[in-house]
């Protein structure tokens, strides 16, 4: 596996969150809202995940084992360093709802 692109944006420290990062594998595969989190033993990336209905937030997708979970953090990581320190706003945005039809998934 080969991690062959990596969008990192850095976010207006608003709590924990430092960037999102998208990641691109093997110039074939996209993992978006890859979070990058300060926390007390410094900075560790946190998979995109999804709350269930029991209120715990589950990953989305993962890495299965400790080596490419490795693999990733320090890929991420040392792009998060790279990166401009240009941030963006992280709050949420009201935006009008996506019209319905042609090209839509819903």
Do not use: W
Request: overall charge negative.
């Amino acid at each position: 596996m080969n991690i062959t692109d990596v969008r990192v944006r850095k976010v207006a420290k608003q709590g924990k969150m430092r960037a999102i990062v998208s990641i691109t594998i093997d110039n074939e595969f996209v993992v978006h809202d890859i979070k990058v989190i300060e926390g007390d033993k410094g900075l560790f990336i946190a998979m995109p995940s999804k709350k269930s209905v029991d209120g715990e937030y589950r990953d989305i997708a993962h890495p299965i084992n400790s080596d490419t979970r490795r693999l990733l953090q320090d890929t991420i990581l040392k792009a998060y360093d790279e990166a401009s320190d240009e941030v963006i706003d992280s709050r949420p945005v009201e935006t009008e709802a996506a019209p319905t039809g042609v090209g839509s998934l819903f």
